[in-house]
C-alpha cells in the first residue's frame, strides 16, 4: 500500500483519449476534478459527487467508472477516455448521430455521462433489447428528456454499428 502525503501533490500519468497526458494531484483529488481542472478537459460533468446521478461517467481501462469516486492517483498509468475522445477524426461516432437524429438530450448535462455508459454497454452489448438499455439507464439520472429519445437513440446506434460491422466484416 503506497502511503501519500495529505496536502501534497504527486504525478499523475495518464493516456487520455489516446494521449499521454501528466499533471499534479494532491492524494484526494477526484478524476473529475483531475480531468475538468489539471487537463482542461471539461466534457465531464460533476452533478451529485456521490456516483449517483452518473454525469460524471468515463472510461478507465475499458470500463465505465463514475469519475467523481476515483481518485486521479489511482489512475496513474490508466487509459481514460472522456466524451471528448468520441468522436473519430472530427466526425461524431455512430451513437453521437443517434443522440442528434433523435433530440436525445436537452440541457445535456447529463449527456456525456449517458454517452459514455452507453459506449461501455454496446461494446459488451452489441444487439441490446429495450429492456436492458433500460436497466443500463437506470444507472443516470436525466431531468430533461423522459428517457424515451435516449433509448430510442441507444438501439438506434447499436443497429447502425452492427450493420457497419456486417459490411466490414462481409468485405474481402
Avoid at 461517467?57 to 469516486?69: F, Q
Avoid at 476515483?70 to 443517434?98: I, P, W
Avoid at 452507453?118 to 423522459?146: Q, W, Y
Amino acid at each position: 500500500m503506497i502511503r501519500l502525503k495529505p496536502g501534497s501533490r504527486h504525478p499523475v500519468a495518464l493516456t487520455v483519449n489516446e494521449k499521454a497526458c501528466t499533471g499534479t494531484a494532491e492524494p484526494r483529488t477526484l478524476l473529475s476534478d483531475f480531468l475538468r481542472h489539471e487537463l482542461k478537459l471539461h466534457g465531464t460533468h460533476v452533478g451529485c459527487e456521490h456516483g449517483v446521478c452518473g454525469a460524471c461517467t468515463v472510461m478507465v481501462d475499458g470500463r465505465a467508472v463514475r469519475s467523481c469516486m476515483q481518485l486521479a492517483v489511482e489512475c496513474d498509468g490508466a487509459s481514460v477516455r472522456t466524451v471528448e475522445g468520441l468522436a473519430q477524426d472530427g466526425a461524431l461516432n455512430a451513437l453521437q448521430r443517434a443522440f442528434n437524429r433523435h433530440h436525445a438530450l436537452q440541457c445535456g448535462f447529463c449527456t456525456a455521462g449517458i454517452l459514455m455508459s452507453a459506449t461501455h454497454f454496446l461494446s459488451e452489448n452489441p444487439n441490446p433489447t429495450e429492456d436492458a438499455v433500460k436497466e443500463m439507464l437506470s444507472g443516470h439520472i436525466c431531468r430533461c428528456t423522459g428517457y424515451y429519445p435516449i433509448v430510442a437513440a441507444i438501439l438506434d446506434a447499436a443497429g447502425e454499428i452492427c450493420a457497419a460491422n456486417r459490411i466490414t466484416k462481409e468485405k474481402p
